[in-house]
Every structure is written in structure tokens, then in C-alpha cells.
């Protein structure tokens, strides 16, 4: 049993086919084939199951699937901090995030970072959701994941840094643009621009709406919060959203962020595998987004806020 093996065994599962992930290797679907095999011949237990549609693990395969992504992220993780070392004062932080957060959390953080470190670079991973931020954590591909808190993940340490109120985006020319606050009753069957679908602010959101017998209709999807406001700022429709500092101000002078103070805030922070173990650069660099962060947290949205 090789860590080529395992790494081969994990990229199988995860992708489904053994030609998928040959393409990726740039091998035969053989060589991928003989890894699992070797697996299974040392193991003495089939791990994949042959379908139409690709290979799923088997009862045995998932258990070793679990051990080997916990396993081979802390090999990956150490391989990293080495590399540092061995570079003296340089190295790298990798960060995975979504699409929009560097811009709305980070940018005053990077600019301070980078001044104090000059020699180290910063990696982004850009990722749909949070879900696939805790994913690339957990195989080893970065060090820190900024992502929305939803429920504990096993394995991953998630420390908030910034609790995000809600708020409906209006047109300033619509007709709830004067209006002090927005009541639960005021969204019942309201037509809204829809988050991003398996994101955890949707969850969250749609979460609330049910307990509060809210139905409303999402007749627009958009990918990211940033195109949800453009669509409401252009008055195709309202969209709740958590409301970020860089949607106030002179810049928006035809948005209106109306709060929604019954909807508990959202929370984003940072999730590692370890923070005790995180290595020092990684550290200063979540603890200055974190800084800038209190600072520039917005007061609760009023009337007329642009």
C-alpha cells in the first residue's frame, strides 16, 4: 500500500470514475484501476462498486475514504509547513473562499498583511460554497477557510469573526425604499431574488422563513450576494441579504438596505483542522481579517442607507 494508492483511491471517490480521474493524472484507466486493486488485495475487501453511471465506495471503501482524507490532509498540511521552513522568512498562506469575499472581507486585511510580509505569498482558492471550502480544509489544499458558520463539522475548528444583520434590498424608488424596518408578515409571498442554492445563508434564511410561516416566492436565482444586490438595485426585484459595509455609501445611491431585525444575523468566520497547530504566517493572517473585520462591521441598516 502506497500513498499513490490512497491518493488515487480518494480521488476515485470523490470524482466517481476511474476515467474521470485518469484524464486528470493523464494516465490509463488501467493504471488508476490497478491502484484500487492493490488496495483491495492488501486489504482483502472490495472498496469500489462498478455502476452505469461510474464506481461508489463500498461500506469498507467509505471507512477507508474517511481515514484517508483526514490522513493524507495532515501529511499535506505538514508537507506545507516543511516547504516554509525549508524556504527561511518566506512561504505561503492558502486561503479558500467564496467568489465575493476577498473584496467584501479581506482587501483592507490583505494590503496590511502584505506590507508587514513582503516576501510571503497568498494563495486563493476560489469556491462555490462553503460545503467545498470545509472540503478542500479537510483534504489538505489550504490552511484557512473563510466560510459562513452553519452546523460543527467533525475534524474542522470554525471560530466566528463577524455576526452579519439582515436586510431586504429595495430600489430607492420602490415602494418600501421610506419604510424603518421589515416585518416577517411584510415578506409572505413577496417575489425574491433567490441566494445561491446549497449555500448556507439560504439554508439559513429558508430556515427562518418556515418557522416563521413565511412563504415568499424566488422567481430569480443569482450565484453570489453581489449580483442579488445588483438585481435589486436595478429594481428587478428585493433580495435578503447580510448587510456588508461595502454596500453603503455613495457607491449605491439607488440601493435602500431596510433591516430585518426579527432574522438572527448571520455568521462568518474562519475554520482550520487545527488552530493550535496552525503555522504562524497562516495566524497573523486570519488575526488581521479578523481585526479589519470589527472594524468595518456596519451599525444596523435605516432607512434611506445606500
Do not use: Y
Amino acid at each position: 500500500m502506497t500513498i499513490d494508492d490512497l491518493r488515487v483511491f480518494a480521488a476515485v471517490c470523490r470524482a466517481g470514475s476511474l476515467s474521470a480521474v485518469a484524464r486528470d493524472l493523464n494516465c490509463t484507466q488501467s493504471a488508476v484501476s490497478q491502484h484500487v486493486k492493490r488496495l483491495e488485495r492488501e486489504l482483502g475487501l472490495a472498496l469500489i462498486e462498478r455502476h452505469p453511471r461510474g464506481v461508489v465506495p463500498t461500506k469498507a471503501g467509505g471507512l477507508l475514504r474517511a481515514a484517508v482524507a483526514a490522513g493524507l490532509g495532515s501529511i499535506d498540511h505538514a508537507l506545507h509547513r516543511i516547504a516554509q521552513l525549508a524556504r527561511g522568512e518566506g512561504g505561503s498562506v492558502r486561503i479558500t473562499t467564496g467568489a465575493t469575499s476577498i473584496r467584501h472581507f479581506m482587501s483592507a486585511a490583505v494590503v496590511d498583511f502584505r506590507r508587514r510580509f513582503p516576501q510571503v505569498s497568498l494563495e486563493f482558492q476560489t469556491e462555490v460554497s462553503s460545503r467545498s471550502c470545509l472540503e478542500s480544509l479537510n483534504a489538505g489544499r489550504v490552511d484557512l477557510a473563510w466560510i459562513t458558520l452553519g452546523v460543527p463539522a467533525r475534524g474542522i475548528d470554525q471560530r466566528p469573526v463577524v455576526d452579519l444583520p439582515w436586510v431586504l434590498a429595495v430600489s430607492a424608488g420602490d415602494q418600501l425604499a421610506t419604510r424603518d424596518r421589515i416585518e416577517p408578515a411584510d415578506l409572505q409571498e413577496a417575489r425574491l431574488i433567490g441566494l445561491p442554492q446549497n449555500s448556507v445563508s439560504r439554508s439559513q434564511l429558508e430556515a427562518w422563513m418556515g418557522k416563521s410561516g413565511v412563504r415568499p416566492v424566488f422567481d430569480t436565482s443569482v450565484a453570489d450576494w453581489d449580483t442579488a444586490i445588483l438585481l435589486a438595485e436595478l429594481g428587478l426585484g428585493h433580495a435578503v441579504v447580510p448587510a456588508l459595509p461595502q454596500w453603503q455609501g455613495p457607491g449605491h445611491p439607488g440601493l435602500r438596505l431596510l433591516p430585518l431585525p426579527d432574522l438572527p444575523a448571520l455568521t462568518a468566520g474562519w475554520a482550520v483542522r487545527d488552530w493550535e497547530n496552525l503555522c504562524p504566517l497562516s495566524r497573523a493572517f486570519a488575526d488581521t481579517v479578523a481585526a479589519h473585520c470589527v472594524r468595518a462591521t456596519p451599525p444596523a441598516a435605516g432607512p434611506g442607507t445606500a
